[in-house]
């Protein structure tokens, strides 16, 4: 008993134990999920068999099943064009506010401290928020697009085929520019001033130093920012829950939200399990890419 | 010889604070110039003014007879090498020494010739495609040199740039910087804070204080002729011995030292005039002479004996000779050239 204390307080068992506990919460809470959807993925699946696991293995019928449809094709592309436009804008304005605010000027911690507003706040209070900003008759972006006289008529930004998914971009983009911020002014700050005072005694103009010094020595940030983006952008759902639910018919629909609408409002769950199981591939691709760029930074 | 760098009547100031006050200074083309000074007195700061990476508040800087007050610095031609190094550590030491050749587009058997050149004059052959962190400290001394030799600039400034060093290397590469300005035939302004660095390798020294030039001569006109009490004391070590005296008649001072010995000086002062007496502990020779004093300590390093008085104040003196142990007294004379009186309103030399 005292020989077990020991090993407990002293030895590997207290180790072994803190791993242990992390191993299960993994295999709890990540892998059972991961595999069971997987699983599930060449199942057919509704909602009599839910609870039971002997269900009928299907091979890739879900798969040509899901692929095939006609909204496939729509909902993909919503998805790029969402990934896409989100990260590139994020990642431009917070890194143009990251470089603004290493600037010394009165009050910049202060409105450093306002643009962490929408990082504290929950994506379905800022989905709550800009659903009243953009609502089609009474919305404010309207109400001042039309006083300035920018606009002649309405635009109906959640309704309207054209402009659901952009709106739903625009506010997935002002959620994550504080995050994109944060994270490149940590990077930024990190380079020290005689390094730019050295550059510009070599004969560097500011534009030069931009893209000899400063864009190379972001770069595991930049890395960091973009995979983190990616994935976070892939996991938004609030937004679109919020703001369109996807519609209309599909024009904002993306994977996740559709993944969801599959398998939990029309009870195809084999086939929506087919989309979380795509989503999880590229999302792991992703992530490897992250940790080579931060392993990069490891190095440097 | 041609003007290379002048300053005149350069201000400078940190919101309130005046850091350079009215600074005037010559620096001739190929001249080595030193700056120094105690930590603070604005050495950095004038630097970075001639560099151009300090706006000046008021005076003018011209550089090759041009008027460059309001020019960038990459608009000057001046290289720089920090006491930080400040190597690009993204870069190869190739691409640290090619980076001002590249932002010029020359063409890559330009830049890879000076590369070679580069790196035979600094011994960074077999280093080239290393990175920064890959380095020590002295290869990294060598990276920071070559790249602003490379440039082949107007002039060379030097923030402390041995200061990073073991002791011994600092010594070594003194005359190695030295030796590689007299082979460019370049002009240099060198920043320190150790005067035996700005003696050994200057041609002039200027010698700084809270941002006011104290005093611009060769190191051993400074050294022989200190035109205040603030510059015979930095310079020289161990630092010159300071003691209040009266001036007598007949050329000589009276010390306010037990017995109340008395010193022929070179010069004349009006009798009466209280005065601070200076003298080198290396000028202080032991053998018969007018200072008999009582010994406090005595330090030996082999080469040289450091003896000091139980007096107050307490008088330094250093001696080639083996100074035995157990002596109670030490008697001393000086040479009345090496006799300097400071006034004690002003500090200002009063014998030249
Ligand atoms: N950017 C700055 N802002 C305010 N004060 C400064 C700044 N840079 C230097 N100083 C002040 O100017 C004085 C001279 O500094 P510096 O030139 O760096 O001295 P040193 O002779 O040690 O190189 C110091 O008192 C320092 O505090
Ligand atoms: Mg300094």
Not at chain 1, 149 to 162: K, M
Not at chain 2, 108 to 119: F, L, P, S, T
Not at chain 2, 187 to 198: G, L, N, P, R
Request: net charge negative; proline share 5%; with cysteine.
């Amino acid at each position: 008993m005292l020989r077990f204390r020991n090993t407990f307080t002293d030895g590997v068992g207290f180790d072994t134990v803190l791993v242990m506990l992390a191993l299960g919460y993994l295999v709890v809470f990540s892998a059972y999920p991961l595999v069971y959807n997987i699983i599930m993925s060449f199942q057919e699946v509704d909602l009599f068999s839910l609870a039971s696991f002997d269900r009928p293995f299907v091979g890739l019928d879900n798969y040509r099943d899901v692929l095939g449809r006609p909204e496939a094709w729509t909902i993909f592309l919503n998805t790029v064009k969402f990934v896409g436009i989100s990260v590139a804008a994020q990642l431009t304005i917070g890194f143009g506010l990251a470089m603004f605010f290493q600037l010394d000027f009165p009050g910049n911690s202060w409105l450093r401290g306002l643009f962490l507003a929408g990082w504290i706040m929950p994506a379905l209070v800022v989905g709550a928020v800009w659903s009243w900003i953009l609502a089609g008759d009474f919305g404010v972006l309207n109400h001042a697009l039309l006083s300035l006289g920018l606009t002649s008529e309405r635009i109906f930004w959640l309704s309207d085929p054209d402009m659901a998914l952009y709106s739903v971009i625009i506010a997935n983009i002002w959620l994550g520019v504080p995050f994109n911020m944060i994270l490149l002014s940590v990077g930024l700050a990190g380079i020290p001033e005689d390094i730019y005072e050295a550059a510009e005694m070599d004969g560097a103009t500011r534009v030069q130093r931009f893209f000899t010094i400063t864009l190379p020595m972001m770069r595991a940030q930049l890395g960091a920012v973009i995979s983190l983006g990616t994935i976070f952008t892939l996991q938004q759902f609030d937004l679109f829950a919020a703001l369109t639910q996807g519609g209309p018919s599909n024009a904002s629909n993306v994977f996740q939200y559709w993944s969801w609408q599959l398998s939990f409002q029309y009870y195809e769950i084999g086939v929506g399990s087919v989309i979380s199981v795509l989503m999880i591939l590229f999302v792991i691709l992703v992530a490897a890419i992250y940790v080579r760029s931060t392993r990069a930074e490891h190095v440097a | 010889m041609t003007r290379q760098i002048e300053l005149s009547n350069v201000q400078k100031y940190y919101g309130a604070y005046h850091a350079l006050r009215s600074i005037s200074l010559d620096i001739d083309e190929g001249e080595f110039v030193a700056l120094v000074g105690p930590s603070g007195c604005g050495k950095s700061t004038l630097l970075r003014t001639i560099a151009g990476l300090e706006g000046i508040s008021s005076g003018d800087l011209h550089i090759a007879g041009e008027r460059v007050n309001d020019r960038a610095p990459r608009e000057r031609d001046l290289a720089m090498v920090f006491q930080s190094y400040a190597l690009y550590p993204h870069m190869t030491v190739r691409r640290n020494l090619t980076y001002s050749l590249r932002l010029q587009r020359r063409s890559r058997a330009e830049q890879a010739k000076a590369v070679e050149e580069i790196a035979r004059i600094t011994g960074l052959e077999g280093l080239l495609d290393r990175y920064p962190r890959e380095l020590s400290g002295g290869q990294r001394q060598r990276v920071a040199m070559g790249r602003a030799i490379i440039r082949e600039p107007k002039a060379f400034l030097f923030d402390e740039p041995l200061s990073n060093l073991d002791a011994a290397l600092r010594v070594h590469m003194r005359s190695e910087v030295r030796q590689l300005h007299n082979r460019l035939g370049a002009t240099s302004v060198y920043v320190t804070h150790d005067q035996i660095e700005a003696m050994t390798m200057a041609d002039k020294v200027v010698v700084m204080r809270t941002g006011v030039i104290e005093q611009v001569g060769a190191p051993l006109d400074l050294y022989d002729r200190p035109a205040n009490r603030f510059v015979a004391g930095f310079i020289g070590s161990p630092a010159m011995n300071f003691v209040p005296g009266i001036v007598q008649d007949g050329g000589t001072v009276a010390l306010d030292l037990p017995g109340r010995p008395v010193l022929r000086f070179n010069g004349h002062r009006p009798a009466g005039e209280p005065v601070t007496v200076g003298l080198r502990p290396e000028h202080l020779e032991l053998g018969d002479g007018p200072l008999t004093l009582p010994v406090g300590f005595v330090e030996r390093t082999g080469s040289t004996s450091y003896v000091l008085t139980a007096t107050d104040p307490e008088l330094m003196i250093s001696t080639p000779a083996r100074f035995p142990d157990g002596r109670a007294e030490v008697t001393l004379s000086i040479d009345p050239a090496n006799v300097h009186l400071f006034s004690d309103d002003t500090g200002a030399a009063l014998l030249h």
